[in-house]
């Protein structure tokens, strides 16, 4: 999550296809920007909604990981026996799947999930209405051990600790002037020494379509691409630091637990996928507040330039309109996200779950995503130097 500790700061937006045919009434009643707020007089998921139970639990101990992706069929047949559709978004990032239900995946077919996430980075899944709570847990502890937060909200439902809940309704204040819009890309607890991999969004309640609410995605295998050799070699020398400390000070200053405390933990800034074998910047606005073993002042810079990489590099990004129901599983190895505000008064809530994955680490025969996939494909390399001409056109 975000380094906010305000309850409601992620993802939400329906995406439903035209009908074939229009009701004109409804279209000469159309007003720009504005759409209808739902009413939750009743609610099907107050078992769901944020909770804060003052618990306390020791430090997470080093666990074993085996990524499932490494058993995953490179065609994903299981996976795909009944799609009615698969798109990509883009060539870097986001992949979209009709016609399969998360709730009744065969083993092979969740082998080849995980390795088409850490392909992809996020694969979107709409109107999952089977996946239940339960079930979405389920699905989370195939591809490893579930993380529980130290810090934010879990059901109320009170044996869900390893739910995170996303939760903003008409109440909730606005965050927009707390942080730099850069500053809230992020992977998820990067400060774990074992950050999870394999994690589920599923949107329970959301605003219509066209409320607002999109998530962003940002791939950091395109991000390593992005820079140029020297660069990379440079950074593949260094590591950061990830803390936790800024979400328990903020839990605390609300008045809120603190489960586990706050740790910071050294990660390589150039990291390998153990399945993929490709090279990606382990890099978040977030939690990343020191590079190691060089000047604050060069630390300083290099943080700022590598924001600017995550943040405003288009290429690198997928935005998903979400719909209720909707899930999104991502690599958050591999990726960072964020939400986007202006979709206030509407009510928006998800639930969340994270598979702890191994600890980072960049392999000696790690390569580029970039350019494996040239080779593999008989692809021109992209020009980094402004000595050949691009494909930028608009």
Not at 192 to 210: F, I
Not at 364 to 381: F, H, I, M
């Amino acid at each position: 999550m975000a380094p906010s500790l305000e309850v409601g700061y992620l993802d939400q937006t329906p995406a439903r296809p035209l009908p074939t045919k229009v009701n004109i009434s409804k279209v000469l009643s159309y007003t720009p920007g504005r759409t209808l707020v739902q009413k939750h007089d009743t609610y099907e998921h107050e078992d769901l909604k944020p909770s804060f139970p003052d618990k306390h639990w020791p430090a997470i101990p080093e666990l074993p990981y085996n990524d499932k992706a490494h058993l995953g069929n490179p065609g994903f047949k299981d996976l795909l026996a009944t799609a009615t559709d698969i798109f990509d978004y883009n060539p870097k990032i986001g992949t979209e799947i009709h016609g399969v239900d998360l709730s009744t995946l065969s083993t092979a077919a969740k082998n080849d999930l995980a390795l088409l996430i850490a392909t992809r980075g996020v694969v979107f899944f709409r109107n999952q209405k089977n996946l239940t709570i339960d079930a979405q847990r389920e699905l989370g502890a195939y591809f490893g051990s579930l993380h529980r937060h130290a810090t934010t909200s879990v059901p109320k439902r009170g044996d869900l600790d390893d739910v995170h809940v996303v939760y903003t309704d008409e109440n909730s204040t606005d965050q927009r002037a707390l942080f730099a819009p850069s500053f809230l890309w992020h992977a998820d607890v990067t400060y774990e020494v074992q950050p999870p991999s394999y994690t589920s969004l599923k949107v329970l309640t959301g605003p219509p379509r066209g409320g607002g609410g999109d998530t962003l995605w940002s791939s950091q295998y395109a991000a390593y691409d992005v820079l140029s050799k020297p660069m990379q070699k440079y950074l593949e020398s260094l590591t950061a630091l990830h803390s936790s400390h800024m979400q328990a000070e903020g839990s605390r200053a609300a008045g809120r637990p603190v489960r586990r405390e706050p740790i910071v933990t050294e990660h390589p800034l150039i990291r390998s996928h153990p399945v993929t074998g490709w090279k990606s910047l382990f890099f978040n606005p977030g939690f990343v507040t020191q590079i190691v073993g060089i000047p604050k002042v060069e630390s300083d810079v290099i943080i700022g330039y590598l924001n600017e990489i995550v943040a405003s590099t288009q290429e690198l990004h997928v935005r998903f309109q979400w719909g209720k129901d909707d899930v999104a599983m991502w690599d958050n190895r591999i990726t960072n996200h964020t939400a986007s505000y202006g979709f206030a008064p509407h009510r928006r809530h998800a639930v969340r779950v994270s598979a702890q994955a191994e600890k980072p680490f960049l392999a000696e025969d790690a390569k580029s995503q970039e350019e494996d996939l040239a080779q593999r494909y008989g692809l021109p390399l992209v020009n980094k130097d402004g000595s050949r001409q691009s494909n930028y056109n608009d």
